[in-house]
C-alpha cells in the first residue's frame, strides 16, 4: 500500500527530531498520537522503520531508504504548493512568504543574521524567520535547518555550498584590562596574559582553533560561544580573538598586535542538494546572501 503524504510528513518529523516528543511539537500532535501513526506506517508497509529504545527513535536500514524517498517526496510537495499559490521566479522577491530555519555558528547569528533578518522581515511580511545559533555543524539532511551558513565547506553529502563572504578576526581587549596589565607589543608577550577563546575540545571546526598559531598553549577563561567570549573580553578578563564585525557591538574593546596577527575566514552557504529546486528557497538564499556581505562590509567599515 502506498502511504499518504501525510503519513510521510510525520515519518519525516520523527526520522529528524529522533524522539516522539520533539516531532510532537515540530508538527503540533501529541506524541501519543504520532507513535500511533509510525505504528500504522509500518503495518501498512509491512517494515519496521524504526529501533525504538529509552534514548529515541533510530532509523533502520528500511527507515533511511524511506527517509530518502520522503524527502524527494517533500521537495515535490513544495514545488507542488509554489504553482498553485503563484509564487514565481518574479514574485518570490516581493512576496515570499511560509517559514525558514536558517542554522548559523553564533558569531553570524548575534552580530550579523539579526540585522539581516529584521530587514527581510519588514520587506516580506508574511514571511517567518527562525535563526538557530549553535556553535556545532547542522544537519540539513535531518531537516535541522532549510538553510545553514558555516566556516567551511563540506566536502561530504549531498549538499550544495556557496562562499558568501570572507570576515576578518582580530586579538581584542578592554582599554580597562591593557591599563593594568603587562606590555603587549609583540606575540610572545602573550605568554604574560590571561587568554580569553574557545574550550579546545569543543571546538567543532578547525577553522575555529585561532590561538593554535599563535604558541598559546592555555586558554585561562573559555566558552564555546563566541558571544561569551565576547562578554569575558568586556569585563577585562584578557585577550581574545574577536571578529571584526562583532567590535561595534563592544565599543569598549580594542584590538592589539594588529601588524603580527590578522586572520581571515569564510562563511559558506550550505543547502541541501534537493532544496535547489525550491524557488521560494533560492529566492531567500540569494536575498540572505545579498545581506550578509552587505551587513558585515558595514560592520567591518565601523572599526
Known sequence: MLPHWDDLRLFLAVARAETLSAAAKDVRKDAATLGRRVARLERDLDVVLFR???????????????????????????????GI????????????????????????A???LPQVCAALGKAHPALDIQIVA???????????????????????????????????????????????????????????????????????????????????ERVALASNSVAVQLNLLRQSAGVGVVHDFALPFAPGLRRVLLDQMSLSRSFFLIRHQ???????????????????????ARLEGCV
Open 52 to 82: 525504538k529504545s529509552p534514548q529515541g527513535y533510530a532509523l533502520t536500514d528500511a527507515g533511511a531508504q524511506l527517509l530518502e524517498r520522503a524527502e524527494t517526496a517533500e521537495t515535490a510537495m513544495r514545488a507542488a504548493t509554489e
Open 85 to 108: 499559490s503563484g509564487v514565481g521566479p518574479t514574485q518570490a522577491e516581493t512576496g515570499l512568504t511560509g517559514q525558514v530555519r536558517i542554522g548559523a555558528p553564533d558569531g553570524c
Open 110 to 112: 548575534n552580530y550579523v
Open 134 to 216: 549553535l556553535p556545532r555543524v547542522f544537519n540539513l539532511s535531518r531537516r535541522e535547518a532549510d538553510l545553514a551558513i558555516g566556516v567551511s565547506a563540506p566536502t561530504a553529502g549531498q549538499l550544495t555550498v556557496q562562499r558568501i563572504t570572507d570576515y576578518r578576526l582580530h586579538l581584542a581587549a578592554s582599554e580597562t584590562y591593557l591599563e593594568g596589565a603587562a606590555p603587549l607589543a609583540k606575540m610572545t608577550d602573550l605568554q604574560s596574559h590571561r587568554i580569553v577563546g574557545y574550550i579546545p575540545d569543543m571546538i567543532f571546526d578547525r577553522e575555529l582553533d585561532y590561538l593554535a598559531d599563535a604558541g598559546v
Open 274 to 296: 534537493s532544496d535547489t529546486r525550491d524557488r521560494r528557497l533560492n529566492a531567500f538564499a540569494e536575498l540572505l546572501v545579498q545581506g550578509v556581505r552587505a551587513e558585515i
